[in-house]
C-alpha cells in the first residue's frame, strides 16, 4: 500500500469578532442623518457645558460652607472642664452616664458639643451633655501641641452624624487634657444634597431644551441644504441640468449653492454643446455621405443594367468619391481633435516647441495646396512651452484658411516677431458682423457655403493656441487693405528654457 499523508487539518473557525462599544458608537453616529448629529452634538455640547458649570458651582457651595464651618469652629472659645468630671473608657460609657443640664460645676456654660481627653483618665463629658465624639487613634498625638494651636478634622458623633472636631490642648489642669470641640455637618450635607438634586434638575431640563433648540436650530440652518438637495435630486430624476437654487448671504452654505449653480450652468452648456456639436457634425457628414452613396449607386446601377459609364464618366465620379473620402477623413479628424476636453491637463505633455521652425514647415505644406500663391515669410526665434503637432496644425489651419480666400496669384504675409505671429491674406475679408463667430463650430460664412470646407478650421485653432496659455484673433487688415488678418500670441522666449 501507498503511504499517503494525511490531508492537513483545515484552521478550526473562529467566530466573527463583535464590534467594540466604540466601534457600535461610532457605526450608530455615522448612520444617522445630518440633522440629527447636528442636534446631537448641539445637545452634547451643552450638555458638557451645563454639567461641567453645575459641578463648579456645587464644589464652589461646598467648600464655601464648610470654610464658614471652619472658621466658626475654629474661633469658638474652649470649654471649661470641671474638676470632679467622671471620665470613662469611651465616649458611649460617658454619654451613658450623664446627668442632664449643659453646665459645667462651676456654672460655665459648655459650648457647642465638648468633651475632654484627659491622660490616663480617658473621656470626659460635662454635665448634661446629650452628643459624644467618636475619638480615633491619631488624636492622642493631640497631647504634643502647643498651647493655642489647634487641628481640625472630619469627625463623627457616636450616633454616626458627621461632625468637624477641633482639638486643642489646655495646659491649665494637672494632667494634660486635650479639648474636643465638634460642630455638626449634617446640615451642610442635607444642603448640598438637596443643592444637588437642583442642578441635577436644572441639568436635565437645559439638556432637553437645548436638544430641542439642537433640532430647531439644525432644520432653519439646513434648509439651503435641502433645497440643494431637492434640486440634485430633481436633476437626477428629470436630466434637467441648468436648475438653481436661489443664493442668501455669503456664508459656507452661499457658496456650496454658488458652486452648485456654477457647476449646473457648466453642465447645460456643456450639453447644449454636445447637442450642437452632434446635430452640426450630423449635418456637415450628410452631404458628403450623400453624395457617397448617390455615385456609388449610379455605379452600381450601371453594372446590374449592363450598360458600363463611360470611361471618362466613370473616373470622374471616382474622382469625387476619392474626394469625398478625403473630405470625410479630415471632418472626423477634426472632430476627434475638437472632442478633446478644453483643459491643457487633457492632451499631451507640453514640451518646448521652437514656434519659427513650426511655422515654416507650415508654410513649405500651404504652398503645395496653393501653388499659384505668393507667400512672404519673415520669422524670428521664438519658443513656446506646448504641444506641438496641436501647435503645427493650428498654424497649418491658419494658411489653409488664407488660402481659400487668396484671390488667384495673391500674396499671403507670414510674420512671426516677438511671440506674435500674424497671417495676412487679400482676399475679400470678413464682414465685421460675422467677426464674433469665426471661431465657433461648423460657423461657415453664408458668403463661402460654396467652398470646401466643414467650419472647423478655426476652432481647432482656438482651442490648440487656448492650451498653449496664449490668444488668437481674426480680423480686418491693420492698413485697410482688402483681406483678413490673424493673429496669435504665445507666451514664451527667444530662447528654449
Not at 37 to 57: G, P, Q
Not at 283 to 312: F, K, M, Q, Y
Not at 397 to 422: E, W
Not at 428 to 437: K, N, R
Request: aromatic share 4%; charged share 20%.
Amino acid at each position: 500500500m501507498n503511504n499517503v499523508p494525511p490531508p492537513p487539518l483545515a484552521p478550526p473557525l473562529t467566530p466573527p469578532r463583535r464590534p467594540g462599544r466604540r466601534q457600535r458608537v461610532v457605526h450608530w453616529y455615522r448612520s444617522r442623518s445630518l440633522r440629527s448629529r447636528l442636534t446631537f452634538l448641539s445637545a452634547a455640547a451643552v450638555a458638557v457645558a451645563i454639567a461641567l458649570s453645575a459641578l463648579a458651582c456645587w464644589f464652589i457651595v461646598e467648600k464655601q460652607l464648610y470654610d464658614q464651618v471652619r472658621s466658626d469652629l475654629a474661633g469658638a472659645p474652649p470649654g471649661v472642664a470641671g474638676r470632679n468630671l467622671a471620665c470613662y473608657d469611651t465616649p458611649e460609657h460617658a454619654l451613658e452616664r450623664q446627668p442632664g443640664g449643659n453646665m459645667s460645676e462651676n456654672g460655665v456654660a459648655a459650648p457647642r458639643d465638648t468633651q475632654f481627653l484627659a491622660l490616663g483618665r480617658g473621656v470626659c463629658l460635662p454635665p448634661g451633655a446629650t452628643k459624644a465624639i467618636v475619638v480615633e487613634p491619631k488624636d492622642s498625638a493631640a497631647f504634643n501641641l502647643k498651647p493655642g494651636q489647634a487641628v481640625i478634622r472630619e469627625g463623627r458623633y457616636t450616633n454616626g452624624d458627621p461632625a468637624l472636631v477641633r482639638l486643642t490642648m489646655d495646659p491649665r489642669y494637672t494632667v494634660p487634657v486635650v479639648v474636643m470641640v465638634a460642630a455638626p455637618t449634617q446640615p451642610i450635607e442635607d444642603s448640598l444634597q438637596s443643592l444637588a438634586f437642583l442642578l441635577g434638575s436644572v441639568a436635565t431640563g437645559g439638556i432637553l431644551l437645548a436638544a430641542i433648540a439642537g433640532r430647531l436650530v439644525a432644520r432653519s440652518a439646513l434648509k439651503p441644504v435641502d433645497r440643494l438637495t431637492d434640486a440634485v435630486e430633481h436633476i437626477a430624476r428629470t436630466e434637467e441640468v441648468g436648475t438653481t437654487i436661489p443664493v442668501h448671504g455669503d456664508d459656507e452654505i452661499a457658496r456650496l449653492s454658488t458652486s452648485f449653480n456654477s457647476m449646473s450652468t457648466a453642465l447645460a452648456n456643456s450639453r447644449e454643446r454636445q447637442t450642437r456639436l452632434i446635430a452640426d457634425a450630423g449635418h456637415e457628414l450628410r452631404t458628403p455621405l450623400t453624395s457617397l452613396r448617390t455615385n456609388v449607386d449610379l455605379l452600381i446601377r450601371s453594372n446590374d443594367t449592363g450598360r458600363p459609364l463611360p470611361a471618362a464618366t466613370k473616373t470622374k465620379l471616382l474622382g469625387n468619391m476619392k474626394a469625398q473620402m478625403q473630405e470625410l477623413t479630415v471632418l472626423i479628424g477634426d472632430l476627434l481633435q475638437l472632442s478633446r476636453p478644453d483643459t491643457p491637463k487633457s492632451g499631451p505633455a507640453p514640451t518646448v516647441v521652437a514656434l519659427h521652425e513650426l511655422a515654416g514647415r507650415a508654410v513649405e505644406r500651404a504652398k503645395l495646396r496653393g501653388p499659384g500663391l505668393v507667400f512672404e515669410t519673415t520669422t524670428e526665434p521664438w519658443y513656446v512651452h506646448g504641444d506641438a503637432a496641436g501647435l503645427e496644425r493650428a498654424v497649418i489651419n491658419l494658411l489653409d484658411n488664407a488660402v481659400k480666400y487668396s484671390p488667384p496669384g495673391g500674396t499671403i504675409d507670414v510674420r512671426l516677431r516677438q511671440g506674435v505671429l500674424t497671417v495676412r491674406d487679400h482676399g475679400p475679408g470678413i464682414p465685421p458682423d460675422e467677426l464674433q463667430y469665426v471661431f465657433d463650430r461648423f460657423w461657415r460664412s453664408p458668403s463661402s457655403r460654396q467652398l470646401p470646407g466643414s467650419g472647423l478650421g478655426l476652432s481647432i485653432v482656438a482651442q490648440s493656441v487656448r492650451e498653449a496659455g496664449g490668444e488668437v484673433t481674426l480680423g480686418p487688415a491693420a492698413d485697410g487693405g482688402p483681406g483678413a488678418l490673424a493673429t496669435v500670441r504665445l507666451p514664451g522666449g527667444p530662447a528654449p528654457e
